[in-house]
């Protein structure tokens, strides 16, 4: 007893081991005040704890929850006990368990209806009635994900199959073939970018290129660019006149056979599904209404003025939607006003909630605390992480390099060859499916930070309908996931630090964790000015048609009528070929002037003169207004803007740069392709020819940004960004997932965009088979009846005892 006692006053008041770096030879220590047992050194404060003074380790970061020590950030104890709360918490509201009731119904009614009618059909097909047909399940494990070998969506239950080689194809795909057009999983289609050597990267002249571009003078960054074979051909594959359709693989086995009707639920499943659905929407007298009522929202009636949770972020005319509900993190923690949320959510606009970051322990998402947690670790069952992918933004191509460089470019910045900011983006870095082993308390606090968890909570979201898979089920990747890129205030027109225009399958939820600004020095300075000049000369002859020699008003002339016409694309002309591709065609006639104002072309063929000073003008202030706290600008698209969004980009899709810095010459889908970042010039361009624009805002450190599924949109960094990200399902825009799912089946299946990854009718299923078990019990009294109040209150207390 006596050894003990002194042991632990040893260890209290004499011991000088530093919790941090597990060394007593660096001189002072402070001692933590309320465990007694931590202390941590000056050395170690200084470099790990810049934002803490030596007084505030009275109360060490242990006891905060916010040590980034080797040990503290590698434990899992926050993670399990996050998981362990899961098993213990899975009664949800009756209120919440109605709104997903009256916001799935409609969705698993369309999938009983399609299966219905397959039903119908092959009871016609050999003579029965429906009731006396019989349909045998598919022999498929829980744990295994099934797609169509034809278009690559997710069978969920009712599809046809090959008895001899399992050929299976989905119900969309079925219906085609017997309309005689399938749509679903075109055939790949090949593409690539010349890399005309790093000399072209900054303008100059390309060099000549023999053979034809599909020839080994091409080279590719992007995988589907070179299709595996499928194995079967669809030339010749149809329907028979009875509708019955034959397996397309010619082997020996199953040459001739036909697809038969199979069943993953059994062949009454959704059926009985949809009949329970209905009766206890009668019961509880369900509104039929889909819109929210005005009441929920409080900024409705402030609509485009300026409020502390509004923030301006469009201009559009004859418009309620220029202003987007910003609330604070902090408020949201003493009232949580999902009905709020709800109101814009469901009008698909984004939302913007401020100081989340304010709302956790506090644990540094400093780079290089990041990479402490990654790195190499002995004698443990971690293994090395030390090289990674990263993506140069200049040319679009990726390479190897080791994270601790990376990560010191991303504070001090880095140049290329000619002193050019070279931006790198790491590439899947920790890999979204490792997240959790690689970095499990930052998992851990990026998860209690969010705001509207009955939405985020990857756990147990009540209005998550992506939680409701079985246990056994295989489950889509949502996250988390970094986003850890370099950036540049001004915009360079080449190179810059962007997300490309893209449009998610499910909603997502995007936290800017970290920024870090970069000081340029003179030589870089000095080669932007350089070389943006070069960039300007080549685009002018490559994407306007304009050649050495000319004068600026044929500069003029040209580049205009190259902006200006609507059938003309850079010399070129669009033609959209069978299979959806746009092709660019050489136009001879494309050389003619059209206008005689004078002016000189910038590095985007934006004409110089009073649209330039203009330009100028809003980027000084811009410049002007900026916060120190600024990370991100983003471009967000309304839904019912995308026709014209699309129509534009098919009509200038030329002026546009990808891999290699090659100009587009062709396109599959404007906005899945992801190869397009609309400059200011575009988005101006695109607002006077379309009438249309995106909602622009700045995103700021400790801001997470709502992107609600089927909005495109872009992002380009400021600064040097840490964004941690994590998709959702709700249901308000269950809609916009079925959507984008039948718009995935029909890209070719090489494109990066075509595989079902969410498979969102399946997620439809397990979500009413939830919602139907709850309310039934709730109806029978087997279940608590929890009004939401009470449900946020008892979650409320289970996160404070986490922390």
Request: net charge negative; aromatic share 8%.
């Amino acid at each position: 007893m006596f050894l003990m006692i002194v042991s632990q006053q040893f260890v209290e008041e004499e011991s000088l081991m530093c919790h941090q770096c597990q060394r007593n030879d660096k001189g002072d220590v402070v001692r933590c005040t309320n465990c007694k047992t931590k202390r941590y050194c000056m050395p170690c404060i200084g470099n790990w704890y810049p934002n803490m003074k030596p007084d505030e380790f009275t109360l060490c970061p242990v006891c905060r929850g916010n040590c980034n020590c080797k040990a503290c950030l590698r434990s899992t104890d926050l993670i399990k006990e996050m998981k362990k709360r899961k098993n213990t918490n899975n009664h949800i509201p009756v209120d919440f368990s109605l709104y997903l009731l009256k916001g799935v119904l409609p969705y698993i009614k369309q999938l009983d209806k399609e299966q219905t009618a397959e039903k119908e059909f092959e009871a016609k097909r050999q003579g029965l009635s429906p009731l006396e047909l019989k349909i045998e399940k598919a022999d498929f494990q829980p744990k295994e994900r099934v797609y169509c070998d034809n278009c690559k969506t997710s069978i969920f239950d009712y599809h046809r199959s090959c008895e001899t080689c399992s050929f299976d194809l989905c119900l969309s795909c079925c219906h085609e073939l017997r309309n005689g057009k399938l749509l679903g999983g075109p055939d790949p289609i090949g593409f690539g970018f010349v890399n005309r050597g790093i000399g072209y990267l900054h303008g100059e002249p390309k060099p000549e290129v023999r053979g034809k571009s599909n020839g080994s003078q091409v080279q590719t960054q992007e995988s589907q660019a070179i299709p595996e074979p499928r194995g079967w051909s669809r030339d010749g594959w149809h329907a028979e006149s009875d509708g019955s359709i034959p397996c397309p693989k010619v082997t020996e086995k199953c040459c001739g056979r036909f697809l038969e009707l199979r069943s993953v639920f059994g062949p009454n499943f959704i059926s009985e599904l949809v009949h329970k659905a209905d009766e206890l929407a009668e019961a509880y007298k369900l509104d039929n209404s889909v819109e929210i009522p005005d009441s929920w929202c409080s900024c409705s009636t402030l609509r485009n003025t300026v409020d502390k949770n509004t923030r301006k972020a469009a201009s559009r005319e004859d418009s309620s939607d220029n202003f987007l509900y910003c609330p604070s993190a902090l408020d949201l923690q003493q009232h949580d006003d999902v009905k709020h949320f709800q109101w814009h959510w469901s009008k698909g606009e984004p939302v913007i909630v401020s100081n989340v970051l304010d709302c956790s322990s506090g644990l540094s998402w400093e780079p290089l605390v990041m990479w402490r947690a990654c790195r190499q670790i002995t004698n443990t069952k971690h293994g090395i992480h030390l090289d990674v992918k990263a993506l140069d933004c200049l040319d679009w191509c990726e390479g190897d390099i080791n994270i601790h460089q990376f990560f010191t470019g991303y504070s001090k910045g880095r140049k290329d060859w000619l002193n050019w900011p070279q931006i790198l983006k790491l590439k899947d870095w920790p890999p979204s499916n490792l997240f959790e082993e690689r970095l499990p308390r930052h998992c851990a606090e990026f998860i209690s930070s969010l705001p509207y968890k009955d939405y985020t909570d990857p756990l147990i979201g009540a209005l998550n309908l992506a939680v409701k898979l079985p246990k056994e089920s295989i489950k889509p990747d949502m996250g988390p996931k970094t986003y850890i890129a370099y950036g540049f205030p001004e915009e360079l027109g080449r190179g810059d630090s962007v997300t490309k225009l893209h449009c998610d399958m499910s909603d997502a939820v995007n936290v800017l964790t970290h920024i870090a600004e970069v000081e340029l020095d003179s030589d870089t300075r000095e080669a932007i000015e350089t070389y943006k000049a070069k960039h300007l000369k080549q685009d002018q002859r490559e994407l306007y048609g304009v050649h050495e020699g000319e004068t600026t008003d044929d500069m003029h002339n040209d580049s205009c009528s190259a902006i200006n016409a609507s059938d003309k694309q850079n010399g070129s002309k669009v033609v959209e070929n069978e299979s959806g591709l746009c092709d660019m065609k050489v136009d001879e006639q494309f050389h003619q002037a059209s206008g005689n104002e004078s002016a000189a072309v910038n590095m985007d063929g934006l004409c110089r003169g009073s649209e330039l000073k203009e330009a100028e003008k809003a980027q000084e202030q811009e410049k002007s207004t900026s916060d120190a706290s600024d990370g991100a600008l983003w471009d967000i698209f309304r839904r019912e803007d995308i026709p014209k969004l699309q129509e534009y980009l098919k009509n200038h899709f030329g002026e546009f740069r990808h891999v290699y810095c090659s100009p587009l010459t062709q396109i599959i889908h404007p906005i899945h392709d992801q190869t397009m970042y609309l400059t200011e010039y575009h988005k101006r361009k695109l607002k006077e020819e379309y009438g249309i624009e995106p909602w622009t805002f700045v995103q700021r450190l400790g801001e997470a940004v709502f992107i609600p599924a089927g909005c495109p949109h872009q992002v380009r960094n400021l600064k040097s960004c840490i964004k941690v990200a994590l998709d959702f399902v709700s249901p308000e825009n269950l809609g916009e997932c079925f959507r984008l799912t039948e718009e995935f089946r029909t890209l070719p299946i090489n494109h990066r965009s075509s595989e079902d990854k969410l498979e969102v009718k399946k997620i439809t299923v397990h979500t009413m088979k939830n919602v139907v078990k709850n309310l039934e019990e709730a109806r029978s009294g087997k279940r608590e009846v929890q009004d939401v109040s009470k449900y946020n209150r008892k979650r409320m207390k289970s996160k404070k005892m986490i922390w």
